[in-house]
């Protein structure tokens, strides 16, 4: 028998850190981590994955092909089921998005533009526009809005129908992508009424 044989090693002791709950946004329910995701109930993530693309069918199919084995894999399953929105399905995610937001200090005459450009849009298609911003500036997303909408209004429907179903996907990814992630905030086409000025 040695000396070291009778000798205790005390480590010092270092907890593990507590996971880190991915923030998310006001009004939003978040996601934790795909493996939440995987194992949850379906009904317990509707809301999390309407506040993504307001299809139920789409958010049906999901969750009925769970489980993703990483983010890729639940985005381009995203993607699919986006891509095979019936008519309906598409009427049923454009009724329940809002319009892109502009920053408080706006001046008014770009809400003056904004909200014509908005009405002329929704007069001539039936619902409201759609616009992924994510990679946008902030500084950059009022002009970006203004002339994808005047572009757009060239369209006829069905063809602007294709263009407001892309813009959804896009929008359906960078969603989920934030849910799961706990990314930056991406410009979407979430708003809150403009403020009368």
Not at 167 to 179: E, I, K, P, V
Request: glycine share 4%.
């Amino acid at each position: 028998m040695t000396a070291l044989d009778n000798v205790t090693v005390h480590l010092p002791h270092h907890p593990l850190p507590k996971p880190v709950t991915p923030p998310h946004l006001p009004g939003e329910v978040a996601i934790s981590r795909l493996d939440h995701f995987n194992g949850a109930p379906a009904a317990d993530l509707q809301p999390a994955l309407l506040s993504c693309l307001r299809s139920h069918h789409w958010a049906h199919r999901i969750t009925a092909h769970r489980p993703y084995p990483d983010l890729d894999s639940l985005l381009a399953a995203s993607d699919e089921a986006a891509y095979d929105l019936a008519p309906t399905d598409l009427t049923e995610a454009l009724a329940g998005e809002t319009l892109p937001t502009l920053p408080e200090d706006t001046y008014e005459a770009a809400h003056t533009a904004l909200n014509a450009a908005y009405a002329a849009y929704e007069a001539k298609f039936g619902h409201v526009f759609v616009i992924h911003l994510c990679d946008t500036p902030a500084g950059e997303a009022l002009d970006r809005v203004l002339e994808a909408i005047r572009s757009r209004l060239a369209n006829d429907p069905e063809e602007e129908r294709q263009i407001a179903a892309e813009q959804l996907r896009r929008l359906a990814r960078d969603r989920l992508t934030r849910h799961l992630r706990g990314a930056e905030n991406c410009a979407t086409s979430h708003k809150q009424p403009a403020p009368d000025r």
